[in-house]
């Protein structure tokens, strides 16, 4: 990933003999971490991390907590396929490496984004994706898939027409999610991780929102000073501004993934899907000196969006999601956004204490 391949003569005319073993089952798994070897060369960082999750001592790791951090960090760096018969997956190396080194420094385990800060923004993605148009709404769903001809993805020509979710998938956006050998005319990509999709929403804000966002009413930065009710206005305001035309915020991930994209877009350090030792928050929006805590979900009537409030609300009261260190004012908003045409706006919302 991150090395753009192409089919041209006028480029490969010298190294035409070359045989192209991107995909081949045999080697999918040369470059890439399996789980496998993760846990035989790093069981001292594994365990380590476990400790530090678990509040344990090292020597008291049991096995199944130990397989419960790998699960944690498959989630945020696994599930990059090379493999035709889509098999095989690998971790991303950047990242588990990254992720082990900050276990050491910070002394506490955290879910950090290395790919991105790693040159994961490309300067050819940049600005293909700046002359074309792109559907945000396409990409907020982390776990949709998405559809390209197989011919443009296994005979990829230049950058001027180059499909953009092949060119997605070349730069490490995107990756295979089904298989190359059935000979099916559509080939199917997806997110390889959470780390991944948060790195393409960050694309997303750059390229796409930039210049149509903001978070300050009256010269006020509503996510410093503002209270619940006037986070979850900030949001509906966004929420507002999307077209009705065949009206793409139809899921839970919709809706989470584009707060998310428009706060990254006005500056805001927010992250979706955040772990802690009890659970995944929805989204988390890191202030100076505040922590915003959102729990979402989705409803399509008046009635469902109280019951889903309900279970929001003991959601975060179970799982305790944002007190962690360092600790800082704790706002915590359980939030259901109501998908009824009339409506299609958060309107039940509750700070819990």
């Known amino acids: 990933t991150g090395v753009t391949r192409l089919k041209d003569a006028t480029i490969f005319s010298v190294g035409s003999d070359i045989v192209d073993i991107s995909n081949k089952s045999a080697y999918s798994q040369i470059i890439g971490f399996t789980k496998e070897e993760i846990k035989t060369f790093y069981i001292d960082y594994l365990k380590l991390a476990t400790a530090y999750e678990n509040n344990v001592s090292v020597d008291n790791v049991t096995d199944t907590q130990i397989n419960a951090m790998l699960d944690k960090i498959a989630y945020n760096y696994d599930g990059y396929c090379f493999d035709e018969d889509y098999e095989k997956k690998v971790f991303s190396t950047w990242s588990v490496n990254n992720f082990l080194q900050s276990i050491l420094e910070k002394e506490k385990v955290h879910f950090g984004d290395y790919w991105f800060d790693n040159g994961g923004l490309p300067s050819i993605l940049a600005k293909n994706i700046e002359k074309s148009k792109i559907n945000l709404f396409e ?5 949709h898939l998405i559809e390209v001809s197989r011919n443009s993805f296994l005979n990829p020509t230049s950058l001027l027409d180059i499909d953009n979710n092949v060119l997605l998938c070349q730069t490490g956006y995107l990756t295979l999610r089904s298989s190359l050998s059935s000979g099916d005319s559509i080939i199917s990509l997806g997110f390889p991780n959470r780390e991944i999709y948060d790195s393409l929403t960050q694309l997303m804000a750059i390229k796409v929102l930039k210049k149509e966002t903001s978070v300050n009413v ?31 915020l139809n899921s839970e991930a919709s809706v989470q993934g584009y ?7 006005a500056g805001a350090k927010v992250s979706a899907e955040v772990h ?62 109501n998908a009824d045409p009339h409506v299609r706006a958060i309107r039940e919302y509750q700070q819990v204490e």
Do not use: H, M, W
């Not at 469902?304 to 706002?331: C, F, H, S, W």
């Open 259 to 265: 707060i998310c994209v428009y706060l990254k877009a």
């Open 218 to 248: 009256d010269g006020k930065n509503i996510l410093d000073v503002g209270n619940a009710k006037q986070i979850i206005d900030l949001f509906n305001t966004a929420l507002n501004t999307v077209s009705y035309d065949k009206f793409p």
């Open 276 to 337: 802690s030792s009890k659970g995944r928050a929805d989204l988390v929006i890191e202030r100076l000196n505040r922590r915003i805590v959102i729990e979402l979900k989705y409803a399509d009537s008046d009635p469902l969006a109280k019951t889903k409030l309900n279970e929001a609300i003991e959601q975060i009261k179970n799982r305790d999601y944002g007190n962690v260190l360092p600790q800082k004012e704790l706002i915590r908003i359980a939030a259901v956004y």
């Open 139 to 143: 990409y907020l769903n982390k776990d």
